[in-house]
């Protein structure tokens, strides 16, 4: 019978469970990563079908969701989506409850922990005369290469046009928000809470500390160390230590801040000499 419409797809380690809705009857399709097995329908055993009887059917709805490349050995937990187009490659761990937008592109060897999201869209809208918003398609998509680690609930936005790209090597802690056309370089690690807005570029090998916020369109060098809490307004050259908002060289930082304790003192001796001198 044609099919009405796909009520479930599940994506397995070894193999893609979808369950349709057809005009006579409820059937399941089976599929290896190498390819068909089986059509079965409630009570049934596998039946292997060619490629050319899978092609006769004419199925769309179920070959777009079959159009998902799954390397060797990667690991896929229950309640995963992975959308249409995507590609995992091999050794890839996934943790319950991570979604994988259309589109993106996973490398070898990667960790993805419980709740992480892939490819949502960028925040794009652009304001009306009418004082609302319209928004801004997010035509893009992510791309992360091997071996990255991201942590718990991190999002990484997809490109408004191009890609999000994570590089090989990067870590991400849990909670961490990357916006549409950011580049991570290699071997950078972020702690919890991180926000970069769009179209930032990170260099390599830099460590930014929790609740580090990068404002937009800037660029920041190789080997950069950021303090928590520090705020990047502009562009930031390499091989440097930042800490503070607006952030500044750690050293001054500190300096910085022992005069902001006396100022309390620096105040009361100021309003004593005032008075003095009347």
Not at 18 to 34: C, F, G, L, P, Q
Not at 86 to 106: F, Q, R, S
């Amino acid at each position: 019978g044609d099919v009405e419409k796909v009520v479930e797809v599940k994506i397995f380690p070894s193999y893609v469970y979808i369950k349709m809705v057809m005009t006579d009857e409820s059937w399941h399709a089976v599929r290896n990563i190498t390819g068909v097995t089986g059509f079965v329908g409630p009570g049934s055993r596998p039946t292997p079908l060619s490629d050319a009887e899978v092609e006769a059917l004419n199925i769309e709805e179920v070959k777009v969701r079959l159009a998902v490349n799954v390397g060797d050995n990667v690991q896929i937990y229950p309640q995963c989506y992975i959308g249409d187009n995507v590609t995992i490659g091999e050794g890839t761990k996934i943790y319950p409850g991570v979604k994988i937008y259309e589109g993106c592109k996973i490398g070898k060897n990667c960790i993805f922990h419980a709740g992480v999201v892939i490819g949502a869209d960028g925040f794009g809208f652009a304001p009306k005369e009418d004082g609302t918003f319209a928004k801004i398609p997010q035509l893009g998509n992510v791309i992360i290469e091997d071996n990255v680690e991201i942590g718990a609930n991190t999002c990484i936005d997809r490109a408004t046009m191009g890609s999000t790209r994570i590089h090989a090597g990067v870590k991400l802690d849990n909670l961490i928000q990357v916006a549409h056309n950011v580049e991570i370089g290699e071997n950078t690690v972020m702690a919890a809470q991180v926000g970069v807005a769009g179209s930032t570029k990170v260099g390599a090998n830099c460590m930014v500390g929790g609740q580090v916020g990068f404002a937009g369109h800037i660029t920041v060098g190789d080997n950069v160390l950021i303090g928590a809490q520090s705020g990047i307004p502009s562009n930031v050259a390499g091989n440097c230590r930042l800490m503070g908002y607006p952030a500044t060289d750690a050293k001054e930082f500190a300096r910085q801040t022992v005069y902001i304790k006396n100022l309390s003192k620096l105040n009361e001796r100021v309003s004593n000499l005032e008075k003095n001198q009347k």
